[in-house]
């Protein structure tokens, strides 16, 4: 098992940024993949962005490639997500999500562990 605890979310202007942190227990943090998802108001919870066990490989969601940029550091373990250029339609609570998987999956049931995660609302 891993435990998963995210932090970093806020109330943000249009515009602006944060930085998610997520930092698991263990010592084997870098046999995971891992993702960032959200969940806004009365929609489904859906990937953001997910990260290969090195680093090496990432996928994003279209609605924020170029504004959205995961990472990870396999020394720390810790897997961040910072996000740029916040829109209200950002606004959700993000969930950081492990893997045992090898490729990057999108959908929620292919991760097997969960934070608890970490309201973002991005003003208008």
């Known amino acids: 098992q891993v435990q998963l605890v995210e932090s970093g979310g806020g109330l943000v202007q249009a515009g602006g940024s944060l930085r998610l942190s997520c930092a698991a227990s263990g010592r084997t943090f870098s046999m995971y993949v891992m993702g960032w998802f959200r969940q806004a108001l009365g929609k489904e919870r859906e990937l953001l962005a997910a990260i290969s066990r090195n680093g090496g490989r990432t996928d994003y969601v279209d609605s924020v490639k170029g504004r959205f940029t995961i990472s990870r550091d396999n020394t720390k373990n810790t897997v961040y997500l910072q996000m740029n250029s916040l829109k209200p339609e950002d606004t959700a609570v993000y969930y950081c999500?492990?893997?045992?998987?090898?490729?990057?999956?999108?959908?929620?049931?292919?991760?097997?562990?969960w934070g608890q995660g970490t309201q973002v609302t991005v003003s208008s």
């Open positions: 999500a492990a893997g045992l998987r090898a490729d990057l999956p999108k959908v929620p049931s292919a991760y097997d562990y």
